[in-house]
T-cell receptor
């Protein structure tokens, strides 16, 4: 939505390379979550962050609430990383998540 | 095994009809939600329930009615269906509704209204 601006909208990577996805927030967000939507349409939760940085395998995410952004870094991309990545944030006070429009990632060999 | 089960996976309906989308979660969570993913739009929050009580409703139309017969069930009844209702409807759950919890999604029901 308008409160969550996600970029880039599309990204192509060769296997073994990496890049970063970014979400900017126009209002103060309490926490951010990152999801991967795979080819079957399933939404897989990658990270929940209220602050700081988390790492899981080849993925690393950072959330800076003061500067209103979050990033998702992918390194050593693999074919199975292809899909659409969404960030989603909540303003606090409820469990409603506001989603970005997604980044469609294509990893090729 | 999937922990959040949505049925059916695909659903085709005619304009004006009524359908019920089923959702059951086996994660032991206390909060459940419905989100909608329409073509060319971000995922949109629809409803949140906590301990079977409605917490938040962001759906303008009363044609959409959640139904919770058990704590781990949150079905979605849609009446007087319109072509614009065509979308994938995702059920989700979290441990509680504070917002400070990871959200888990079901695999979705893709609804097509003709």
């Amino acid at each position: 939505g308008d409160q969550v601006e996600q970029s880039p909208s599309a990204l192509s990577l060769h296997e073994g390379t990496g890049s970063a996805l970014r979400c900017n927030f126009t209002t103060t967000m309490r926490a951010v979550q990152w999801f991967q939507q795979n080819s079957r349409g399933s939404l897989i939760n990658l990270f929940y962050l209220a602050s700081g940085t988390k790492e899981n395998g080849r993925l690393k995410s950072t959330f800076n609430s003061k500067e209103s952004y979050s990033t998702l870094h992918i390194r050593d991309a693999q074919l199975e990383d292809s899909g659409t990545y969404f960030c989603a944030a909540d303003e606090g006070g409820s469990a409603k998540l506001i989603f970005g429009e997604g980044t469609k990632l294509t990893v090729s060999s | 095994d999937p922990k959040i089960i949505q049925k059916p996976k695909y659903l085709v309906a005619v304009t004006g009809s009524e359908k019920i989308l089923i959702c059951e979660q086996y994660l032991g969570h206390n909060a459940m939600y419905w989100y909608r993913q329409s073509a060319k739009k971000p995922l949109e929050f629809m409803f949140s329930y906590s301990y079977q009580k409605l917490m938040d409703n962001q759906t303008a139309s009363s044609r959409f009615q959640p139904q919770s017969s058990k704590k781990n069930h949150l079905d979605l009844q849609i009446t007087a269906l319109k072509p614009d209702d065509s979308a994938t409807y995702f059920c989700a759950s979290s441990q509680d509704s504070s917002g400070a919890e990871t959200l888990y999604f079901g695999s979705g029901t893709r609804l097509t209204v003709l």
